[in-house]
């Protein structure tokens, strides 16, 4: 992908529409239209987004629109452009040889099929569990694997991990503490999360190794923080761990590939490539219009002249292969906002850095006048290669995007005609290009925090009321409120997630009657496997998407809780419970109000 420095509109710059020769670019009028792109002038690198200044904001009220680069064709006049034709080889594959060009138009004349397909994608979908050895963690890992789901865990000691989960797990080494242990590659094919870890809190006086005064619960025990501290753990823990499986597991609104976003533009090198490349005469280019989108913001302007002189009938723009591929395979589909004209176009996806290869392609059609989101799902893009519909390609690979196109042709596949084709001048504002993430959203970033995270703050609480952790919070090094500050950082993440806060855990069976609350105002206890089942639950559950919410069960701590292993419980639908939760609420809120009884 190439994208472009920040700038600075000077005074002089007034243009609205601002065109570079085979790329959308911003290109101030005290330049001629033979100047050298003034970023390629400058030293520092490109950057991915530039920022809008007063005069160019994503939602700029007016401007004086001048069209640069005019294109001079006219249907069924153009001649076949020499010039043009290797302008847009040298655009695309650099500046040609002799020898590289001969060899290139023998190639096409003689190969009726595409390069070398790659392999067949893997399978993804994995589940990471972080945190697997703490008592929910290890309960998740054997929930999951029950149901037959792919699990990988994160680790920091792999003996300990394999003793306790098996020699066979689906084990990585890594610490969320530590950034540098946190490596792309771990997190492959991982689209779902659920964090259990935590800050380490035990006796005083030290414990068993299996941890058995911790289990019974800190009221049981004078505590004290072992290993590293809340704010390693809970805050930048877990801002490493956000960072690492961001790219995997996907964003609630998707991810910006072309358009505008939180005040930026983030740009692609456009290209023209029409049917010149085969004798035609069809022209077309991309520009930015500063002022083109649904908003008075910047848009990218597709437009042309098409024609079928000399058997052609089709126009387009590419992208240049992107320098590192984007992984899009935790995403459903592509979504355009544009302003339609009545016609068909083609979106044509790229996972081979191949001039001539197989394609991705999906048709779409346009309203008349309209600004309109298109979505098109990635499994609606049929496998293309010249018009032609490949039975054989390998399956579309998400995760290696090389490149995108944008068609208007006259040709839909196997020898089909889009109905819509009229020759003559055609323009198609695009203001974004983006993912997305299909209907129901389930939350892909579980994570299990604790009750009374907002509560050693909150005006007029009598602690002496409150669990131990509340009223020791200084003294554990402010273990709740780096809790909460970890959540925070989840909810401003833009992950799809659901946040869990069990009250105090115990190793009681699951299976009892439960209180879900929202505000953070509940005490009591909850099995620790029992949130295990509830945080994979959450993670199917529409209705726990973006919520923070409060569990206990119904059972006193005075009153033990067992089963009858004869004659267990039935497992919940726990989609009861979520159907009742409310967004927004976390009881940060009650932090600038009065207290509320506890």
């Known amino acids: 992908m190439e994208c472009f420095n920040s700038t600075k509109l000077s005074s002089p710059?007034?243009?609205?529409?601002?065109?570079?020769?085979?790329?959308?670019?911003?290109?101030?009028?005290?330049?001629?239209?033979?100047?050298?792109?003034?970023?390629?002038?400058?030293s520092p690198p490109p950057k991915p987004f530039f920022q809008l200044d007063d005069r160019l904001q994503c939602r700029q009220k007016s401007a004086h629109r001048t069209y640069r680069g005019p294109i001079l064709a006219e249907a069924g006049k153009q001649g076949w452009d020499l010039g043009r034709f290797l302008k847009t080889l040298y655009f695309f594959n650099g500046p040609p040889s002799p020898s590289k060009f001969f060899e290139f138009l023998i190639e096409k004349l003689s190969s009726p099929s595409p390069s070398e397909p790659k392999k067949s994608m893997e399978s993804s979908g994995i589940v990471l569990v972080v945190g697997a050895t703490g008592g929910v963690g290890r309960r998740v890992v054997d929930v999951l694997q029950k149901k037959g789901l792919p699990v990988r865990v994160l680790a920091r000691n792999e003996e300990k991990a394999r003793k306790m989960l098996g020699p066979d797990i689906d084990l990585i080494i890594g610490d969320i503490t530590k950034e540098s242990t946190l490596l792309p590659e771990y997190f492959k094919g991982v689209r779902k999360v659920i964090n259990a870890a935590s800050v380490i809190v035990g006796p005083k006086e030290g414990d068993t190794p299996e941890r058995e005064k911790y289990s019974q619960g800190i009221k049981f025990f004078e505590p004290e923080i072992k290993g590293d501290s809340p704010e390693m753990v809970e805050f930048v823990g877990m801002r490493n761990l956000i960072n690492a499986v961001k790219g995997s597991v996907g964003l609630r609104n998707g991810k910006l590939l072309f358009g505008c976003e939180d005040n930026g533009f983030r740009d692609l090198a456009w290209g023209a490539l029409d049917d010149v490349v085969m004798g035609g005469v069809s022209e077309s280019t991309f520009i930015i219009d500063t002022t083109g989108g649904e908003k008075g913001g910047?848009?990218?302007?597709?437009?042309?002249?098409?024609?079928?002189t000399n058997n052609g009938g089709f126009t387009s723009i590419r992208t240049k292969?992107?320098?590192?591929?984007?992984?899009?395979?935790?995403?459903?589909?592509?979504?355009?906002?544009?302003?339609?004209?009545?016609?068909?176009?083609?979106?044509?996806?790229?996972t081979s850095r191949d001039w001539d290869t197989v394609g991705y392609t999906a048709s779409f059609d346009t309203t008349e006048g309209q600004w309109q989101s298109i979505r098109l799902p990635f499994s609606s893009f049929v496998p293309v290669f010249r018009a032609r519909t490949v039975s054989d390609a390998p399956p579309f690979d998400l995760r290696s995007i090389v490149s995108l196109q944008l068609m208007f042709s006259k040709f839909e596949y196997d020898g089909k005609l889009n109905p819509?084709?009229?020759?003559?001048?055609?323009q198609l504002p695009v203001s974004s290009i983006r993912t997305f993430i299909k209907d129901p959203v389930t939350p892909r970033f579980v994570h299990v925090s604790s009750a009374g995270v907002t509560r050693p703050d909150r005006p007029g609480l009598d602690l002496s009321k409150q669990p131990p952790a509340v009223r020791l919070n200084k003294e554990l090094d402010f273990i709740l409120t780096f809790k909460l500050k970890g959540e925070d950082l989840i909810r401003e993440s833009g992950i799809p997630y659901a946040i869990v806060r069990p009250c105090a855990l115990t190793e009681e069976p699951a299976g009892a009657d439960l209180i879900f609350d929202q505000g953070d105002n509940i005490t009591g206890k909850i099995s620790r496997e029992e949130i295990a089942r509830i945080c994979i639950a959450a993670l199917e559950s529409p209705y726990a998407l973006d919520k923070t919410f409060e569990v206990k069960s119904v059972i006193p701590f005075s009153e033990p809780?067992?089963?009858?292993?004869?004659?267990?419980?039935?497992?919940?639908?726990?989609?009861?419970?979520?159907?009742?939760?409310?967004d927004g609420i976390t009881g940060k809120e009650l932090l600038e109000q009065s207290p509320v009884p506890v």
Request: hydrophobic fraction near 35%; glycine fraction near 8%; proline fraction near 6%.
């Open 13 to 42: 710059c007034t243009s609205s529409i601002l065109n570079l020769q085979g790329s959308s670019s911003l290109v101030c009028n005290k330049f001629s239209k033979n100047s050298v792109h003034p970023w390629l002038l400058s």
């Open 298 to 308: 910047p848009a990218g302007l597709f437009k042309g002249v098409v024609s079928t």
């Open 321 to 350: 292969n992107f320098s590192v591929p984007e992984d899009l395979s935790s995403y459903d589909g592509l979504e355009l906002r544009l302003k339609g004209d009545g016609r068909r176009y083609k979106l044509i996806v790229r």
């Open 420 to 426: 819509t084709f009229v020759e003559g001048p055609f």
């Open 561 to 582: 809780f067992t089963v009858d292993l004869e004659n267990p419980p039935q497992e919940k639908d726990y989609d009861i419970y979520f159907k009742d939760l409310k």
